[in-house]
């Protein structure tokens, strides 16, 4: 084989899984390539965590809003607002938010191009060589094709991973979210009850049949959303009958974005020789509330370490780390909003229910603890007492609604 270009670890997909990983490995010395696809913007809240902040030195400077409260809409229209005390959740634009990521991955060495993988192949001593084409079209309207070396590889390109669909067992055979939403202007005079700190999740089966919708601020716009696992939804029509519920149906429309959230982790991240996964295109987006970011620059965190150590030691069995180490960390927390996504959000009536457990105090705290703290909150075992019993009334038609 004529030479070609060789890297330690390839990473495929800039996302906030792909940039992470691709910053931690420059920075531990690694050469690595950081392949994306630009010009995509995940549909996305945009919310993320205190802790995320602090964990991984993002500057004030991309916060375009500071959410310090909830409203919850029920599907009879009674809203419970959730204050959160004692801290806030960040608001970002993906598009910033995500180039951001990725230029600090370039600062710490990676080196960015824009291209599209295509597959892997390996050459004569077993080693991967990753074929892409680059955006640039030519005369037959196609990027050129490339090709580079890698000693590993990273798939972070989303929740229908071209990397993990070719290396990865199962990865295939994920069920989706589907996601949409749309990035509006904020109008010159605002709704009427609109509060620029607060995020709104509307739980109402005309939105969603599964999941919720959304209008979250973002400084001088709006993201309004929904998301289903129906492919006969209408998404768009959701957003629409919203936007126009909210008052925002005169709003100037920036962008309109879509795309599939997988709906739990996959059972194997890693291929056993050179492949690990991180982000969507490992599954690591949480049931009931939707939040990928942290965990996807989590799971890009683990990775980079999982190939950090094949790379020191030849040991293959560190990329199945990854996987072990996300699981143990957040296993319970993905598991605990599975059930109560499968439960609550079957029907208007149990969505009408669920929007009245979040009026109490202690349910209010606890939740927003552990969103910030990224854990289970076991600190105050009869608050969970309390909460066990409050839920037990309304599961079994004993409680006001």
Request: aromatic share 8%; proline share 4%; with cysteine.
């Amino acid at each position: 084989m004529d030479e070609i270009e060789t890297f330690d670890v390839v990473v495929v997909g800039g996302g906030p899984a792909g940039a992470t990983a691709a910053h931690e490995l420059a920075g531990k010395g690694h050469s690595v390539l950081l392949l994306d696809r630009a010009g995509r913007i995940k549909p996305c809240g945009g919310a993320i965590p205190p802790r995320l902040i602090k964990d991984y030195a993002i500057p004030e400077s991309l916060l375009v809003a500071r959410a310090t409260s909830a409203r919850m809409v029920s599907p009879n229209q009674i809203n419970v607002d959730i204050p959160i005390e004692g801290g806030f959740v960040g608001m970002v634009d993906r598009d910033q938010f995500d180039e951001w990521l990725r230029n600090r991955a370039a600062s710490a060495g990676a080196v960015r191009r824009d291209g599209l993988f295509e597959r892997i192949e390996r050459d004569a001593d077993g080693v991967s060589v990753i074929h892409y084409r680059s955006r640039t079209r030519g005369v037959l309207g196609e990027g050129s094709p490339h090709r580079v070396r890698a000693r590993a590889i990273i798939g972070a390109d989303g929740a229908k991973s071209g990397v993990g669909r070719q290396a990865i067992t199962g990865a295939r055979d994920v069920e989706y979210v589907f996601a949409y939403h749309e990035i509006i202007a904020m109008p010159k005079v605002k709704p009427e009850g609109y509060d620029a700190s607060r995020c709104d999740v509307w739980y109402q089966g005309r939105l969603s049949p599964d999941f919720y919708g959304w209008v979250f601020p973002h400084g001088d716009t709006l993201s309004v959303g929904t998301g289903s696992a129906d492919k006969g939804f209408s998404l768009r029509s959701a957003v629409g009958s919203l936007r126009e519920a909210t008052g925002l149906q005169d709003a100037p429309t920036l962008r309109r974005e879509g795309a599939p959230l997988p709906m739990k982790p996959l059972k194997c991240w890693d291929n056993g020789r050179d492949v690990v996964l991180a982000g969507d295109a490992a599954g690591v987006v949480a049931p009931a509330s939707g939040e990928g970011i942290y965990y996807a620059m989590v799971g890009g965190s683990l990775a980079a370490d999982s190939v950090h150590q094949l790379l020191q030691t030849g040991d293959v069995r560190a990329l199945a780390t990854a996987r072990k180490r996300f699981m143990r960390e957040h296993g319970r927390v993905f598991w605990v909003l599975g059930i109560m996504q499968r439960f609550w959000y079957s029907s208007d009536r149990r969505r009408e229910r669920f929007v009245s457990i979040c009026k109490d105090r202690d349910v209010q705290q606890l939740t927003f603890e552990s969103y910030m703290n990224k854990k289970l909150v076991a600190k105050k075992p009869m608050a969970h007492v309390r909460i066990f019993f409050k839920d037990m009334a309304h599961l079994l038609g004993l409680a006001r609604v």
